[in-house]
T-cell receptor, first 110, second 115 residues
Framework: QKEVEQNSGPLSVPEGAIASLNCTYSDRGSQSFFWYRQYSGKSPELIMSIYSNGDKEDGRFTAQLNKASQYVSLLIRDSQPSDSATYLCAVITSYDKVIFGPGTSLSVIP | SAVISQKPSRDICQRGTSLTIQCQVDSQVTMMFWYRQQPGQSLTLIATANQGSEATYESGFVIDKFPISRPNLTFSTLTVSNMSPEDSSIYLC????????????FGPGTRLTVL
């Protein structure tokens, strides 16, 4: 089992819809979780971090964390073509290692 | 967040040569990391570079192949030695605060092609 897994893409959503990106992790002791966005040919940029169970909202983005089920998700409301990118989930494990998931490619169709 | 620059932004190199990539930060940072991102893949950590100590390498990466320097709190270099076409990747440096749970911020990356 891979340490961090993400839903396989590519994911296509129409403009204005909600995009849902999922990430699961294997280390139950993980405490810190991050979502990064990476445009083609660019480096990853941080969207959100989340540390506690529940939802965390920032503008059109909502991160959801459920430690009991070992998953973290990212919802993008009112998706825009500019949201088209690869989204990387990163988890800091109980042994202080940052593990990046394989990424999910999102395409928002105008 | 810190402003991070990398040099060169891209390079094309011949097999068997070496390339040194520089990472400069506009403020002092405790932890610096070097990642590799192969085409279509996610990020793989090469090593953690802390000032004043030897770099800590991840499984599958060795100092002879990827020597790292960290002379101060704002600068680090990664050398890719004796390159082969399999080393063609994007190399990224990132920085974070003192704690392992701190967010990492990435430089713009160096796109390396080995012929």
């Amino acid at each position: 089992q891979k340490e961090v897994e993400q839903n396989s893409g590519p994911l296509s959503v129409p403009e204005g819809a909600i995009a849902s990106l999922n990430c699961t992790y294997s280390d139950r002791g993980s405490q810190s979780f991050f979502w990064y966005r990476q445009y083609s040919g660019k480096s990853p940029e941080l969207i959100m971090s989340i540390y506690s169970n529940g939802d965390k909202e920032d503008g059109r983005f909502t991160a959801q964390l459920n430690k009991a089920s070992q998953y973290v998700s990212l919802l993008i409301r009112d998706s825009q073509p500019s949201d088209s990118a690869t989204y990387l989930c990163a988890v800091i494990t109980s042994y202080d290692k940052v593990i990046f998931g394989p990424g999910t490619s999102l395409s928002v169709i105008p | 967040s810190a402003v991070i620059s990398q040099k060169p932004s891209r390079d094309i190199c011949q097999r068997g040569t070496s390339l040194t990539i520089q990472c400069q930060v506009d403020s002092q940072v405790t932890m610096m990391f070097w990642y590799r991102q192969q085409p279509g893949q996610s990020l793989t950590l090469i090593a953690t570079a802390n000032q004043g100590s030897e770099a800590t390498y991840e499984s599958g990466f060795v100092i002879d192949k990827f020597p790292i320097s960290r002379p101060n709190l704002t600068f680090s270099t990664l050398t890719v030695s004796n390159m082969s076409p399999e080393d063609s990747s994007i190399y990224l440096c990132s920085v974070s605060g003192a704690h392992s749970t701190d967010t990492q911020y990435f430089g713009p990356g160096t796109r390396l092609t080995v012929l």
